[in-house]
Structures are given as structure tokens and as C-alpha cells.
């Protein structure tokens, strides 16, 4: 394809995708097929010579979108939200010409640069404290783009790992690093979301996962007596995981409280705000952030709730050298003369090869302002409202926990198995989809 054929093509995709989002309500929300469905639609074998961008487009349509679970519908409800908007689709593509591999700042300037000042204005928008920030010069704070929130919770737990063998070693130098490792113990609340219990597996760590309040909070009081517990067993308290907006009912985690016990026990506190985080960008809506100054990493996803494509999740460190020392290797092929003034971001995360995610973020904030923003999750929280309203109205149906941002948790009065009953004829149907949660017993 020539760059003139390219516009012409690119011409079609737009409209295609333009289409496609206008139109998409038409649409059943979920696929009417079965599992293996595409195998005999598609040929056994790649083609030998290249195939006429047409004929590629109509299999799109008859054979891949049957198959499409349609995220960006209206009558999807499960889950949480999938960002999305054409600046964001726009930005996106813009990265994918440019196509740069931005793990140092030498890779491409442009890249890690527009990262860091991003990640600054989002830092201000949800009114992190200022040392979560990268400039001014002398901060030792910062914020970087991941690709999940598990890899961000993941990496906020190697980072506390890392730093409390390190000290340990400092007062035991004769103990061996496993030695240490075998009695580091890392907290979450029940409500977390998986990815902790999956980040504590991986870095072969015990996690503790404790009960939160009746509204699903985990509180400091039940934190500082196991703490105090495990301390009394020889165990070395290091990570603490809070959820502010966790996955079954968004409920929060009581940071306030608990910033102090980890502040007592010099201890990693994470915030995974991963839906939640987002609203913060609405002053009123703050209100559980209180005691973030304790917070040693924060993270949330624009890619759920702030018109952003996936993957988009935002994570800050409030000491950028404790997060690095974790991960740097710096082979020599990686280093350049500019590595002491500029940050190099493949020591932030697992990856080296790093796409330029910040365009898209760069094109969203500017396309709608920081107000178009909040009006996007003030109105999503007008229609939560209205809807729990009209369920509340109901007498078949009950509201199972606080209402929060966009989340309505409710049920038909009745047996657990007559909801599953309802919930599976309605994502049976096509025309709406939703999940289920667990909330004690029902
Ligand atoms: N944390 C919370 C609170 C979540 O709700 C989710 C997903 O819904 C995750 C983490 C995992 O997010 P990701 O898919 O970005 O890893």
C-alpha cells in the first residue's frame, strides 16, 4: 500500500469507525455464537500473497464483528466502563505512525517528556499532594503510564519489597536475602480486587487479606491489631494494599486511618483507585482520598472512566528512587549521556519497550478540558442516581450497598438462585449485559 492508497484507505476505516460507533445500538451487545465459532469461517492457512484491503473489510464485518462483545454499546452494564472517544481513537493513532519504543529518554524525548508533564497535570487534577509530582526539579516524586492497574499494584509491591529487604539487611547482614523474604507479609482487604492476591503469588510474598467494615471499607483498627499480631510472630509487615473503589460495590478503603498504622510500621501503603481515582478529578467528589498524604504509590485507570482507550493506568510514586531501585538493570546498549538530568521510564515498570500513551491522554485533556471531564463523571453519577432511584421505587427489587459514582449494586428480593435465574436471561437476550457481584451472602 502507497501513502496515497493509505489516505483513501484510511478515509474508509475512519468512516467505517465512525459507523460503527454511530450505529452501534443496533447491535446485539454480546455475540450469538459459540465457543471455536471463527475456526471454520477462516481459512487453515495465512495467505501466501497479500489480500485486497476490501475483501479484508468485508470479513470484518461478517465474520469478527458476530463474534465482538460490543464494550462501547449503551446497553453494556458489566463490568466497569471502557474509555473511549475520538480524540483519545485520534491520538492513539497518531502514536501508532510514529510508532517510536520510548523505554529512555534518548529512544525518543518527545515521548517520555510528554509523560511526565501528563502525568503532572492528571497528579493536579485529582489534587494529589505535590510531592506525587515530578517537577518542581528538586521532587523525588513522579508518575508514569502502565499498562494495567495489576501491573501498577504489582510493581508498587516488588518496590516495598525490594526497600524493606534492603533495610533489613542494613540492621541483619548476616541474614540471607530468602531468609528475609520468608517473613515479609503484605495486607489487602477482602474487597480488593484479584490482582493483589495474583502480585503477592508472584513476588512469592504472604498476603494477609483482612475483613473490612459492614460498608465494605477496611478500617485501621482491624489492620493495626494483625499487624501487631504478626509482628508478635516473627513476621515482618511491608505492603499494605488499599482499594478506593473496589471492583463488587466501589466502596473505600479508610486511608485516613490507615495511613497512620503504616506510617507507625514503616510500611508501603498503595492506593488502587483503579475506577474510583478518576472522579477525583471533581473537588466533591475527594472526600475519600483523605489521608492520600500518607501514600507511598497511587494508581488509576483513565482507560475505565476518563474517555481514554485501554491500556491507560496511571500510577505515582511519591519517591521515584524507591520504585527504581527496584528495577534497574543498565545494560550498556541502554545508557546515554543524558541519563542523570532526563527520566529513563523502562526503570518504572516490567517492560522495556514502552508505546507513546501519553498523546492519547495529551489529546483527551486538551479536546475537553479538565470541565468537560468532570461534567463526564458528574453525569454519570446523575444516572447512577436516577437509576437506583427507580429501583429503590420497585418493591420486586433491593439496592444492595451505598450507591457510589456509577455503580448500582441491586437484586431482586429473593433467593440467590432466582437473581442468577434473571441475570442470566438477561445477558442470554443479547440486549443488555451485565454482571454479577458477591456482597456477604447474597
Ligand atoms: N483494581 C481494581 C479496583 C479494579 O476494579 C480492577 C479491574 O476492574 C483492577 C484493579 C484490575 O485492572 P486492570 O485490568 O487494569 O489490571
Known sequence: MNSEEFRQRGREMVDYIAGYLDNISDRRVTP???????????????????????????????????????????????????????PSILGDMLSDAIGCIGFS??????????ETIVLDWLGKMVGLPEAFLAFPETSKGGGVIQGSASECVFVSLLAARAHKIRELKISHPEEDEGALLSKLI?????????????????????LRILEP???????????????????????????????????????????KEIGPVCEKYDVWLHCD????????????????????????????????????????SLMWVRDRF??????????????????????????????????????????????????????????????????????????RFEVCSPVHLGLVCFRLNGSNSVNQKLLSSINASGRLHMVPASLGDK
Open 32 to 86: 450469538n455464537i459459540e465457543p471455536g465459532y471463527l475456526r471454520p469461517l477462516l481459512p487453515e492457512d495465512p495467505p501466501l500473497e497479500g489480500e485486497s484491503f476490501n475483501d479484508i473489510m468485508a470479513d470484518v464485518e461478517s465474520k469478527i464483528m458476530p463474534g465482538v462483545t460490543h464494550w462501547q454499546h449503551p446497553r453494556f452494564h458489566a463490568y466497569f466502563p471502557s474509555g473511549n472517544s475520538y
Open 105 to 114: 529518554w534518548a529512544a525518543s524525548p518527545a515521548c517520555t517528556e510528554l
Open 186 to 206: 503484605a495486607y489487602c482487604s477482602k474487597e480488593a480486587h484479584s490482582c493483589v492476591e495474583k502480585a503477592a503469588m508472584m513476588a512469592f510474598t504472604k
Open 213 to 255: 467494615d459492614e460498608n465494605h471499607s477496611l478500617r485501621g483498627d482491624v489492620l493495626a491489631e494483625q499487624m501487631a499480631q504478626d509482628k508478635e510472630m516473627g513476621l515482618i509487615p511491608f505492603y499494605v494494599e488499599t482499594t478506593l473503589g473496589t471492583t463488587s460495590c466501589c466502596s473505600f478503603d479508610n486511608i
Open 273 to 312: 483507585a483503579a475506577y474510583g481515582g478518576n472522579s477525583f478529578i471533581c473537588p466533591e467528589l475527594r472526600g475519600p482520598m483523605a489521608g492520600i498524604e500518607y501514600a507511598s504509590s497511587f494508581n488509576f485507570n483513565p482507560n475505565k472512566f476518563m474517555l481514554t482507550n485501554f491500556d491507560c
Open 322 to 395: 524507591r520504585l527504581t531501585q527496584a528495577l534497574v538493570v543498565d545494560p550498556l546498549y541502554l545508557q546515554h549521556s543524558y541519563s542523570e538530568q532526563s527520566i529513563d521510564y523502562r526503570h518504572w515498570g516490567i517492560p522495556l519497550s514502552r508505546r507513546f500513551r501519553a498523546l492519547k491522554l495529551w489529546f483527551v485533556i486538551r479536546c475537553y478540558g479538565v470541565q468537560g471531564l468532570q461534567k463526564y463523571v458528574r453525569e454519570h453519577c446523575r444516572l447512577a442516581k436516577l437509576f437506583e432511584s427507580l429501583v429503590l421505587k420497585d418493591d
